[in-house]
């Protein structure tokens, strides 16, 4: 079982920049695929960045596409979320989630496949 707390959320500018990080408990942080989900007020949460189990591979919602960067650190049991050129659209609150993977170089997009949710970090982006 993996505990996961997210950091770094806030109040921005829109074309400002923002890190989120989400921190691991266990010692088997490399056994899961990660992903940063985000939910704004009336919406269904979406997928917006996930990574494979070493990081090889990497998937980004179109919304999302050259503005943000998933990346992760084994050694730290860290998974970081680089938000730049940021939009109002992009407020929502920010979850971190993890699942146990059996594929080194498969991430995974769909929410129900996700077993493990972080507490959620606001980012609020004003115009």
């Known amino acids: 079982q993996v505990q996961l707390v997210e950091s770094g959320g806030g109040l921005v500018q829109a074309g400002g920049s923002l890190r989120l990080s989400c921190a691991a408990s266990g010692r088997t942080f490399s056994s899961y695929a990660m992903a940063w989900f985000r939910q704004a007020p009336g919406k269904e949460r979406e997928n917006v960045a996930a990574?494979?189990?070493?990081?090889?591979?990497?998937y980004y919602a179109d919304s999302v596409k050259g503005r943000f960067t998933i990346s992760r650190d084994n050694a730290k049991n860290t998974v970081s979320l680089q938000m730049n050129d940021l939009k109002p659209e992009d407020t929502a609150v920010y979850y971190c989630?993890?699942?146990?993977?059996?594929?080194?170089?498969?991430?995974?997009?769909?929410?129900?496949?996700?077993?493990?949710w972080g507490q959620g970090t606001q980012v609020t982006v004003s115009s």
């Open positions: 989630a993890a699942h146990v993977s059996s594929y080194s170089a498969r991430y995974s997009v769909g929410i129900y496949e996700y077993d493990y």
């Open positions: 990574i494979s189990r070493f990081g090889r591979s990497t």
